[in-house]
């Protein structure tokens, strides 16, 4: 079984037991997050299809960290007029461990 979820903005295919990177999310290491804006439920008999959320279902996570990516630089040229400048950024994220699925009644 699989859910389709929104979290920060952007969808993830999620199954339980997966490891997924979202933006970051605020709280300790261990701790429960609970996804309630779940778009879609696959892999039943019947897939379940919200409109365009299904209610009272919910995907249940486990924070394992957050952290910083790799660094990104960006640079700005202009030819000729001795312009230069090179910025870097590292964007943070959270990584999650799903738990289970819990389907609405």
Do not use: C
Not at 72 to 78: E, P, S, T, Y
């Amino acid at each position: 079984m699989y859910a389709v979820i929104e979290a920060k903005g952007k969808q993830y295919r999620v199954e339980p037991g997966d490891v997924i990177k979202t933006e970051r999310i605020e709280g300790e290491p261990g701790s429960k997050v609970v996804f309630d804006r779940v778009l879609f439920v696959g892999g039943t008999e019947n897939p379940l299809l919200g409109q365009p959320v299904l209610k009272g279902a919910v995907v249940e996570a486990t924070l394992l960290e957050t952290a910083k990516g790799p660094k990104i630089l960006v640079g700005k040229f202009k030819r000729r007029k001795k312009y230069r400048r090179k910025k870097g950024h590292r964007q943070w994220y959270s990584k999650l461990r799903i738990e289970s699925i819990v389907l609405p009644e």
